[in-house]
């Protein structure tokens, strides 16, 4: 998936009826859908300035097939999930953002490797985080790294994305997660 503009997410926003406030993140669930892999973006707005991350907006193939809850896991509901995460740690380990607010989850539990948005919604605090797979390396694959969190796979740019959150001043943080077909006219 190629980079977007900030014009590009900014018409997708107005045709949603969405807040743009002046700093947040925004991810793109790719329409490739790559099962296991990194293939979608995230968008860190912070005033006139718009930074690019790689990551995941899906569970990795680990927990798609043999999920946590009976109900099965999570898949992040594509929308706008207004004011819901605060820096915190990340199963108390180090800098995320983290859940404080209600948001709402596909359960799939069809067993596959693919994250599917079924009939089955959840709304709740359901610890999905916003952090990083490794500390030290790029990460490939999934696997593991997610259980339904939004999950940024490259260090570097999880570093600017932790500091620039810091130095936003806020105390709460909006994410928006669109499919990529939503900023297609």
């Not at 009939?119 to 709740?124: I, T």
């Not at 694959?141 to 936003?168: H, M, T």
Request: aromatic fraction near 12%.
């Amino acid at each position: 998936m190629k980079p977007n503009t900030m014009l590009d997410l900014l018409e997708a926003f107005k045709r949603l009826n969405y807040e743009w406030p002046a700093f947040h993140l925004v991810g793109v669930r790719s329409s490739a859908d790559l099962p296991n892999e990194f293939d979608d973006l995230f968008y860190l707005i912070d005033g006139t300035n718009i930074y690019h991350f790689t990551g995941t907006t899906n569970p990795g193939r680990a927990w798609l097939k043999k999920p946590g809850r009976i109900e099965g896991t999570a898949v992040l509901k594509p929308g706008q999930y207004i004011n819901c995460w605060q820096l915190g740690l990340h199963r108390g380990m180090y800098k995320a953002w983290v859940q404080v607010k209600p948001v709402t989850v596909y359960r799939d539990n069809n067993l596959d490797d693919k994250s599917d948005e079924t009939f089955v919604q959840q709304k709740g605090l359901l610890g999905i985080n916003i952090h990083r797979s490794s500390e030290n390396w790029i990460s490939k694959f999934v696997d593991k790294w997610s259980a339904g969190c939004q999950v940024l796979n490259n260090p570097p740019e999880y570093r600017q994305f932790i500091k620039a959150s810091e130095n936003s001043g806020q105390h709460f943080f909006t994410y928006t997660l669109l499919k990529e077909s939503q900023l297609t006219k």
